[in-house]
């Protein structure tokens, strides 16, 4: 009767590591592109912004 209430136990535990497990995380090749994309935005964005007019303050507009 242990050995089955032991087996009970440790099969949805073992089941509970196993998945954990297959599931770390993206591939690093994934997260290299993703990185890249990640640059590549902030890039367009500060080259976006250096197109705009300078803001201006209404408080100090004389």
């Not at 993206?26 to 590549?40: K, L, V």
């Amino acid at each position: 009767m242990k050995k089955l209430t032991t087996f009970m136990f440790l099969v949805p535990t073992l089941t509970l590591v196993f998945f954990g497990c297959a599931n770390q995380g993206q591939d690093p090749e994934q997260a290299s592109r993703e990185a890249q994309q990640r640059r590549e935005a902030e890039r367009q964005q500060a080259e976006f912004r250096k197109g705009l007019p300078p803001e201006s303050i209404p408080s100090q507009v004389r």
